[in-house]
């Protein structure tokens, strides 16, 4: 039953899935750009290099040969993987998968050309002239993003006209890889929004957990809360979304899958095919697996029976607020001291400003309200500070 999984990319996520990883006797490479990444601290082995050098990623694959390839960021040469495929490696959840995640662009003709799912209006720009083209065609307020990148980087808004050469800069300075190009879509009137983590199996029917709510500041997940409340029907159209997407990328593991919800219906936003940041909240025990044990069970084709929520829960990031290569925190003693909650230190060597650090979760029994467990779970990150 021993496998051996190279994790391309070693943050807080992929920490948490080495540990469950190892709860099940599994042996795990962590790879990432630099030393000392959160996973690499709690795995036998790992590798420093650029995951957008194809040569140096062909080395790492040949040089351990894995059972699994388990991507956990954005910036790879995720062409790569076809050919891996080809050589007989497993690539989760597929290199389709990875292949068209990792660019807004592929996902998002996905899933509104073939698949016919409900989004936002978008066009495409290449340079500020064309962007400025997008964003008459779409109107104001729209929402550029970059094509490549993660946690919000390169995202803004335009609100008017001198709002465009400030976006298309900041899109480069936030891109990852070497696409220059955006996504203009139109800004969707949501009244909430929410990630369905939902799980393909090599063997058995997709499953989904309770629904999390999260909000967002500056295009990054601050706090999370499951299950959220939402309408049964707008529920079962989410999951039908989720359903055809995942099935057209083909793969087992579990999916982040976001969708607006306003009162003209369910969008499709974005899709990561592995754990999502917003599902750390079931890092509270909200549900019988949380979503790192689930992944790794989809992947090593485990029977998964079912997913039930035990309790409710919530989340909210620790942020830093300077940067330092030696960043301590205040007022864990307080955060220790409190009940019904948990905390995770992610154990990153350096902070800069409203760099995730650290996340609080808290819970209850189904019978309490989500509001004021997502309330206390803010309050108690308030209280802990990242310092030089």
Sequence with gaps: MKKKI???????????FVIAAQRLGQSVIAVDSYENAPAM??????????????????AVINKHKP????????????????????????????????????????IRDLASKELGLKTAAYRYAASAKALTAAVEEIGMPCVVKPLMSSSGKGQSTIKTKDDIQKAWTYSQEGSRGDVAEVIVEAFVDFEYEITLLTVTQQQGPTLFCPPIGHLQ????????????????????????????????????GLWGVEFFVARDGVYFSELSPRPHDTGMVTLANTQNFNEFELHLRAILGLPIPEITQERIGASAVILASD?????????????????????RLFGKPNSRPYRRMGVVVTYDDKTQDVVAVTKR??????????IS
């Design 377 to 386: 779970a803010k309050h108690l990150a308030s209280k802990v500070k990242v």
């Design 41 to 58: 601290q709690v795995t036998d082995q790992y590798e420093v290099i650029n995951m957008l050098d194809g040569q140096a990623l062909d």
């Design 217 to 252: 500041q500056r295009g990054d997940y601050q706090q999370s809360w499951q299950p959220a409340a939402m309408q049964q029907q707008d529920l079962q159209t989410a999951q039908d979304m989720a359903a055809k997407v995942t099935e057209a990328l083909t793969g087992a």
């Design 67 to 106: 059972d699994y390839i388990v991507p956990e960021i954005e910036a790879i040469r995720t062409e790569r993987f076809y050919e891996y495929e080809q050589q007989g490696f497993t690539v989760v959840p597929s290199a389709k998968a990875a292949n068209f995640t990792m660019n807004r662009k592929a």
């Design 6 to 16: 190279v994790l391309l990319g070693s943050g807080e996520l992929g920490k948490e």
């Design 323 to 343: 940067h330092s290569n030696t960043p301590q925190f205040t007022g864990i003693k307080d955060l220790a001291a409190a009940t019904k909650s948990d905390f």
